[in-house]
């Protein structure tokens, strides 16, 4: 074994000392602080539109008529003869007389007043024609089946959420039709009675739109959806915006 003398050489530093002094050191160094936690994720935000209302005010369980292939739809005011459409135009004079009191629609009742005593006899005409044909249909007892379709065209008629629409409409048609003569009414009826036909077309296409809208509608949003902890569900306002905010 080797001794070397401390004046006749350099020192040893062994392991340990360095050790020593790395600890040493690293107790004098700065604390580190770590950086803080980020912050939580905002919540998300869930908007439930609102739900599809019928048109006009009209019941959810509403029937309405399919439409054809040209996009018509079955009615008591189609495939029908002259005759029967000047019976069933002055059925919708009769209804809205009875029905439009708005005072726009005043002079309604004036014009049904005047549209039968101008036109009493061909009125009374095509009452006899519109006989006939039930008559030919269903033989001796037309009578109840005659009274049943008047019945129905009646309740068209009068189907409650067309009715500011309707009145419209036959308020227009009555003034075309002060100016016609008797021998020309026939013809007036046939161009005249779709006219107001299209009231209840366009009704009908929007409450079936209503109910495309309500099957979409409840698919996502009728049965209660499992959401995170975390989401805020808002309804939204008929007016596209949400009936409350998240709280900040």
């Keep these: 074994m080797f001794r070397f003398s401390r004046l006749s050489g350099p020192a040893i530093v062994t392991g340990g000392t360095v050790a020593v002094l790395t600890v040493a050191l690293a107790s004098c160094a700065p604390k580190v602080v770590p950086p803080p ?3 939580p994720p905002p919540p998300k935000v869930v908007i439930i539109p609102p739900k599809p209302m019928p048109p006009n005010g009209a019941s959810n369980n509403l029937a309405f008529p399919a439409a054809d292939a040209n996009g018509l739809r079955e009615s008591v005011n189609r495939n029908i003869s002259p005759s029967q459409m000047l019976w069933n135009l002055r059925s919708a004079y009769n209804v809205a007389a009875l029905n439009c009191n708005e005072p726009k629609h005043a002079n309604i009742l004036v014009r049904y007043r005047a549209f039968l005593k101008n036109h009493a006899r061909t009125l009374t005409a095509a009452n006899k ?11 001796a007892r037309f009578t109840a089946p005659r009274e049943q379709y008047m019945t129905a065209v009646y309740n068209h008629f009068a189907l409650p959420p067309t009715l500011p629409h309707f ?3 036959v308020l227009a048609v009555s003034e075309d039709g002060d100016a016609v003569k008797s021998a ?3 013809a007036f009826a046939v161009r ?9 077309d366009d009704f009908y296409r929007r409450y079936e739109q209503y109910r495309i809208d309500l099957a979409a509608w409840q698919a996502q949003y009728g049965q209660p959806v499992a959401q995170p902890a975390s989401a805020v569900v808002l309804p939204a ?3 596209g915006g949400t009936g409350t905010s998240p709280k900040k």
């Design 129 to 139: 024609k519109v006989d006939e044909e039930f008559r030919k249909k269903y033989g």
């Design 167 to 169: 009145c419209d409409a």
């Design 237 to 239: 306002t008929a007016g």
């Design 192 to 200: 005249s009675l779709p006219n107001i036909e299209v009231v209840f």
């Design 37 to 39: 936690p980020p912050p």
């Design 184 to 186: 020309d009414l026939e």
